[in-house]
């Protein structure tokens, strides 16, 4: 796990390479290293947090036996012993015991079919020194983030983090005033566009080819929809076989390795596969606060005491995670709702020793654990009656009864009523923010409303089909973007064992009624490995990993977050009078504007203004 950065055929200097890698140490703190070309327009750095083959072999740039290629990489290839093999059979023979040696031989060996080779998550860009041509690539989940801009001349400058572009000075730090409605409507900004003018992120399984003449961008995979036809007690045991040796992958490393065990469904079946097949006692860490409605500690120690794990609960109290919000704030790479309760864990989990944590991230995504589930068939119901009605009624219906100050739910139904009612207008109800009207009001009604929009999409609601929404646009954007920011600002590496793209081929292919059971969320998934779940968790209510930010920002926090709001309507990009109205009604709990959709403001504000964005 690392930090990358690098320019290719552009003017950039050795001393701009090194600030770009710099101000990304909190990502590869045990080693770094860089390289440029003998006529300096092409540079490559990488900052090192050693995970696997933890001697200087592992060092980065890596080169190729003849000295020809290199390699900067970021991640994890967690089948590359496999793939080490059959390159061995083939005649390659290697130095280290590294994944980056491997992949460095692997595209060396097949060019851009490697990428059909690879079970990790990664970003990685591979140098041709005589021929001037680089490769670039990204997992298929969008795991590792990777950053970048074309400059003149096909020139192209690249980055695990945005802050990292800004230190090359070659990036100008503009806001995207364009895509401010989809961060206030969805709380993130969908991939390839960014938060900054001209700075996109490489789409998931996508790679980049470039030479001196060309830039050429394609994307190598694609999860589908393919039903299958298999019985039910075929389709439990392969995804009970998929899952137990997508863990096993995961659990190489040179460094210390545990795992996350908040008691949850996922995390519980996670910890009993990992500690049926770990050798030792396997490591357990849960975060526990003092405060009684947070009970994942009591969950957790159930769980620990199950499967004979060396569990670790670590106690907060809620004036430990208040002192460390300013910090959280300073690590965030771009602006987040959330975020927070990945920056206190992964801080809590690196002091106690861990450099690498198996996490429960992607289970509800893709066997159905959220509440956008039911509520997408609910409404495809009501869809079926609310189409009878034109959508200029409808409109006009809306419009009618509703106002800025109506509460969220009305303001849900609102835009639902003047949608267009497909899957992903629905699909973007459920995950809504500030809504149309009240965009257009901040932005002194310069901005349109926002809306998805996604092409070749199943023309029916099935699980597999909301599970593609949730993966696309709040699994990428905002789950996998702040655990990888909060993360790696605490120098810890996470590994997801549910985000195996053989577990999610399978699953999508399996028919809904395999994966629904009022009795139990996640049915598919609890069936087919509920062995390892202690009973006392088997019917736990599903409890999210929220803290009192709404008492907070009311009270301890709301001088700060007045601060930053006033900070925002100085820089003229939203109404000022709109910010006191939601901050008033926020504050005499009005109902239509929750501490979660100001919060958002207040992230924004501190980005904005830590990193001079004009």
């Not at 400058?157 to 005033?177: C, G, H, M, Q, Y």
Request: glycine fraction near 6%; proline fraction near 3%; charged fraction near 20%.
């Amino acid at each position: 796990m690392c930090g990358i950065s690098g320019y290719i055929n552009t003017n950039l200097s050795k001393e701009k390479l090194q600030n770009m890698l710099l101000c990304m140490k909190h990502r590869g703190p045990d080693d770094d290293g860089i390289f440029i070309s003998d006529n300096e327009k092409v540079g490559l750095g990488q900052v090192r947090l050693s995970i696997i083959d933890l001697s200087a072999y592992g060092h980065q740039p890596m080169f190729s036996d003849d000295g020809n290629w290199l390699i900067v990489f970021n991640g994890e290839i967690y089948n590359f012993k496999d793939i080490k093999a059959k390159l061995q059979a083939a005649g390659h023979q290697f130095k280290s015991n590294s994944d980056t040696e491997v992949l460095l031989h692997a595209y060396q060996k097949w060019g851009i079919d490697c990428l059909q080779e690879l079970n990790g998550m990664f970003a990685f860009a591979i140098h041709n020194i005589r021929e001037n041509t680089t490769f670039i690539a990204r997992d298929r989940f969008g795991e590792k983030p990777l950053y970048y801009q074309q400059t003149a001349n096909n020139g192209f400058i690249f980055a695990s983090e945005i802050r990292s572009l800004l230190a090359s000075t070659v990036v100008n730090p503009k806001l995207n005033r364009a895509v401010l409605p989809e961060f206030l409507a969805q709380q993130t900004v969908h991939y390839p566009n960014t938060l900054i003018e001209n700075v996109y992120s490489l789409e998931p399984a996508h790679y980049i080819l470039i030479d001196e003449n060309t830039f050429e961008k394609k994307c190598y995979w694609q999860a589908q929809i393919n039903p299958v036809e298999i019985s039910h007690e075929q389709a439990l045991k392969q995804v009970r076989d998929l899952f137990i040796d997508s863990v096993d992958k995961r659990l190489i490393s040179d460094a210390p390795l545990g795992a996350f065990l908040s008691g949850g469904i996922d995390s519980t079946i996670l910890v009993g596969v990992a500690a049926n097949i770990n050798k030792t006692k396997f490591n357990t860490y849960t975060v526990a606060f003092d405060n009684p409605a947070f009970k994942d500690g009591y969950y957790s120690q159930i769980a620990a005491k199950h499967f004979g794990t060396n569990h670790h609960e670590i106690k907060l109290s809620l004036n430990d995670v208040l002192h460390e919000i300013p910090q959280a704030l300073q690590s965030i790479d771009h602006p987040s709702a959330d975020g927070v309760n990945s920056y206190l864990v992964s801080k809590a989990v690196k002091r106690a020793g861990l450099k690498v944590a198996l996490s429960g991230l992607g289970g509800d995504e893709i066997f159905g654990g959220y509440a956008s589930f039911k509520q997408l068939s609910n409404l495809t119901q009501n869809n079926k009656f609310v189409q009878l009605v034109p959508q200029g009624i409808r409109k006009g219906i809306s419009n009618a009864v509703v106002n800025t100050n109506s509460s969220i739910k009305l303001q849900k139904i609102s835009t639902y009523l003047q949608s267009d009612l497909s899957i992903e207008s629905n699909y973007a109800i459920t995950r809504q923010y500030f809504f149309n009207n009240q965009i257009k009001e901040l932005s002194k009604n310069t901005f349109a409303g926002y809306n998805i929009t996604k092409e070749n999409m199943p023309p029916a609601y099935s699980y597999s089909t909301i599970s593609k929404l949730e993966l696309d646009y709040y699994m990428h954007d905002v789950l996998l973007r702040d655990t990888d920011q909060m993360s790696m600002a605490n120098s810890l590496e996470v590994r997801a064992p549910f985000l195996d793209h053989r577990l999610l081929e399978l699953v999508l292919s399996i028919e809904n009624s395999y994966k629904t059971d009022p009795r139990i969320n996640k049915s598919l998934f609890v069936k087919a490995l509920i062995d390892f779940i202690p009973e006392e968790l088997l019917y736990r209510p599903k409890q999210g990993f929220v803290m009192p930010f709404d008492n907070w920002m009311r009270n301890e926090l709301n001088t700060y977050c007045k601060q930053k709001l006033t900070y925002l309507k100085e820089k003229d990009i939203f109404d000022a009078h709109a910010i006191d109205h939601y901050w008033q009604c926020y504050l005499n709990k009005t109902g239509n504007v929750n501490w979660a959709r100001l919060w958002l403001l207040v992230s924004l504000a501190y980005w904005l203004e830590t990193n001079n964005i004009n």
